[in-house]
T-cell receptor, first 113, second 119 residues
């Protein structure tokens, strides 16, 4: 049973465009939703995270939108750059992140120059 | 930010041998560390949760006798792949949560990963 469903599997965006990656979860006990960025051959790095008490969080060009009733959250990358080309994973956990993370399957983003 | 170091970054071994991978939290204490396995173009699969001073908690389907985890200090956890086989070839990643008894931020910091190739 996949607890966090991520889409699309791959995404190609032109430089300057908006990249949007979506995730849906099933377990209503999840209360911590981070996004990770992973470059080839490297470990994941935390990009941005949100808790369900807010509907949106923005850090620079990265924004998380959270819809608690729909059990969905998404990552928006504004003004996408070639350097943003990486694989992005959404994740979820319980107890404010103190429990183990459940990862989505990942989205490979390619930003063309 | 907090740094988690993994060593070695790459290792090649012969089938039947054992390989140890180290995971260190360099500037914080981590009572809990996690070990993941990642196959090419796939997501991270949690193998086990490593707790300092106690036995690791393994996920369903992960052989605890094959993947030995030791968390002897607040800054070091090790994963030993015993009697390695070619199908154990993978990218192994550890993560550590900043915070000890208090101040648990919930944020996980990941190591750079260790690529194991078993011939």
């Amino acid at each position: 049973q996949q607890q966090v469903k991520q889409s699309p599997q791959s995404l190609i965006v032109q430089k300057g465009g908006i990249s949007i990656i979506n995730c849906a979860y099933e377990n209503t006990a999840f209360d911590y939703f981070p996004w990770y960025q992973q470059f080839p051959g490297k470990g994941p790095a935390l990009l941005i995270a949100i808790r369900p008490d807010v509907s949106e969080k923005k850090e620079g060009r990265f924004t998380i939108s959270f819809n608690k009733s729909a059990k969905q959250f998404s990552l928006h990358i504004m003004d996408s750059q070639p350097g943003d080309s990486a694989t992005y994973f959404c994740a979820a956990s319980m107890r404010s992140g103190s429990e183990k993370l459940v990862f989505g399957k990942g989205t490979k983003l390619t930003v063309n120059p | 930010g907090a740094v988690v170091s993994q060593h070695p970054s790459r290792v090649i071994c012969k089938s039947g041998t054992s390989v140890k991978i180290e995971c260190r939290s360099l500037d914080f204490q981590a009572t809990t560390m996690f070990w993941y396995r990642q196959f090419p173009k796939q997501s991270l699969m949690l193998m086990a949760t490593s707790n300092e001073g106690s036995k690791a908690t393994y996920e369903q389907g992960v052989e605890k006798d094959k993947f030995l985890i030791n968390h002897a200090s607040l800054t070091l956890s090790t994963l030993t792949v015993t009697s390695a086989h070619p199908e154990d070839s993978s990218f192994y990643i550890c993560s550590a949560r900043e915070g000890g008894l208090a101040g648990n931020t919930g944020e996980l910091f990941f190591g750079e990963g260790s690529r194991l190739t078993v011939l």
